[in-house]
């Protein structure tokens, strides 16, 4: 059975920092291309960060410089490690891994960055 369990989100007020994790089983994680999304309230779903098998990361531009990917294959888990946060980007934020046809999502972690 695949499962992503994200953890690691809450209220940060801005100029916070957060780390988000992604605990995966139930799939060869690291064949995986691993990502993160998120989706604010009234917009689609927007790619956020990736990394791939051998670790080269891509990032959106809104987040360049603030937001750093990293994974650990011997313990099937991905993070988000989410500096100087401001307002925009409160979301939920989803985990997703991609291989081939195989694509899987996370049910989601709530960051809210606030005062």
């Known amino acids: 059975q695949v499962q992503l369990v994200e953890s690691g989100g809450g209220l940060v007020q801005p100029g916070g920092s957060l780390r988000l994790s992604c605990a995966a089983s139930?799939?060869?994680?690291?064949?995986?291309?691993m990502s993160w999304y998120r989706q604010a309230p009234g917009k689609e779903r927007e790619l956020v960060a990736a990394?791939?098998?051998?670790?080269?990361?891509t990032f959106a531009d809104s987040v360049k410089g603030r937001f750093t990917i990293s994974r650990d294959n011997a313990k099937n888990t991905v993070y988000l490690q989410m500096n100087s946060l401001k307002p925009e980007d409160t979301a939920v934020y989803y985990c997703?891994?991609?291989?081939?046809?195989?694509?899987?999502w996370g049910q989601g972690t709530q960051v809210t960055v606030s005062s």
């Open positions: 997703n891994a991609l291989w081939v046809a195989l694509n899987y």
């Open positions: 139930g799939f060869t994680f690291s064949r995986y291309l």
């Open positions: 990394i791939n098998s051998p670790g080269s990361t």
